[in-house]
């Protein structure tokens, strides 16, 4: 993607994630390190997050999507998120399991209506997780997945953390390496997010 050079008008890739604490983040780095030394998989090493929503639009547009998190993380609830295990999408891509999905299925669902604000160009939506899970390592050639697989499918992890807060990433369009913007804490407030709709 060429990337225009007028100030503001530059495209960005964001990723909106939960992260977990420091030690279950550093037993994750060790499951992916080991996985990417053995099967030769660079994306291994990439940090870990649980992905909300990924999404390219303009740098113009940061200060806006930043108003609408904020909002929508005002009203949301912290909530436990546990990883046992691990599981695939056939051919390419392994990760952990996320058995208490239905708390981030919702949060998701809070975000969607942000959408509009996510998408420089109707061929671009946003991608929101309705499936979350933790990703291990992702565009395996077939052999780096069988092998991966047969050996991961039967191995054992459990963890868990408190999600009571969301993090913005994001890196020039094209580049590599996300940089956070900001992290949004949930604070249970009774705040009524349809509210922002009708300034936007």
Do not use: C
């Not at 007028?6 to 992260?19: A, M, N, Q």
């Not at 420091?22 to 780095?29: A, F």
């Not at 080991?34 to 113009?60: D, P, R």
């Not at 509009?116 to 671009?124: F, G, S």
Request: proline share 8%; charged share 25%.
């Amino acid at each position: 993607m060429s990337t225009p050079t007028i100030p503001g008008y530059r495209f960005y890739e964001y990723l909106l994630v939960l992260d977990p604490h420091d030690d279950l983040h550093d037993r994750i780095k060790k499951v992916k390190a080991e996985f990417g030394e053995k099967y030769k998989a660079a994306t291994a090493n990439n940090k870990a997050h649980i992905t909300l929503v990924k999404f390219v639009t303009w740098g113009m547009m940061e200060e806006k999507i930043l108003h609408r998190l904020h909002t929508i993380a005002m009203g949301a609830v912290p909530f436990k998120v546990e990883l046992k295990d691990f599981g695939s999408f056939p051919s390419h891509t392994i990760y952990m399991n996320v058995p208490t999905k239905l708390p981030i299925q919702n949060l998701v669902k809070e975000l969607k209506p942000a959408q509009r604000l996510m998408k420089a160009h109707p061929d671009n939506p946003p991608h929101f997780m309705d499936n979350p899970h933790l990703t291990i390592a992702r565009k395996l050639k077939p052999w780096q997945y069988e092998q991966g697989w047969l050996e991961y499918s039967h191995r054992s992890f459990t963890g868990r953390f408190i999600a009571d807060s969301m993090l913005l990433l994001k890196r020039p369009a094209g580049e590599i390496g996300y940089r956070p913007v900001k992290r949004f804490p949930f604070e249970n407030l009774p705040v009524n997010t349809k509210q922002g709709d009708l300034f936007m």
